[in-house]
Nanobody, 126 residues
Framework: QVQLVESGGGLVQAGGSLGLSCAAS????????VAWFRQAPGKEREFVSA????????KYADSVKGRATISRDNAKNTVYLQMNSLKPEDTAVYYC???????????????????WGQGTQVTVSS
């Protein structure tokens, strides 16, 4: 069993920055791709970014490309998402998730992930 806990959300003005963290329990976390998704009120959950187990491969949604950086520290069982130049449309609950399969694949669909955190709220004011 893997437990994921997100932190770092909050209220920020447009143009500001936030750093999100996803801390995991369980040693198998380090062997899997981890992703960030987000869900805004009234909208479906959408992919934000993913990182391979080694950190060597990353993927970003077009909506955050150039503004977001995903990274991980396997010694700390933690994955990070740094968001810069935040926009009001970035307002959402942000979730981290662990991939269902141990591979170098970076799934874009939430079906590719089986363990999820409880989410952290990010609110960007205009």
């Amino acid at each position: 069993q893997v437990q994921l806990v997100e932190s770092g959300g909050g209220l920020v003005q447009a143009g500001g920055s936030l750093g999100l963290s996803c801390a995991a329990s369980g040693r198998t976390f380090n062997s899997y791709t981890v992703a960030w998704f987000r869900q805004a009120p009234g909208k479906e959950r959408e992919f934000v970014s993913a990182i391979s187990w080694s950190g060597g491969s990353t993927k970003y949604a077009d909506s955050v490309k150039g503004r977001a950086t995903i990274s991980r520290d396997n010694a700390k069982n933690t994955v990070y998402l740094q968001m810069n130049s935040l926009k009001p449309e970035d307002t959402a609950v942000y979730y981290c998730a662990r991939a269902r399969v141990r591979s170098t694949w970076l799934p874009l669909s939430d079906n590719g992930y089986d363990f999820w955190g409880q989410g952290t709220q990010v609110t960007v004011s205009s």
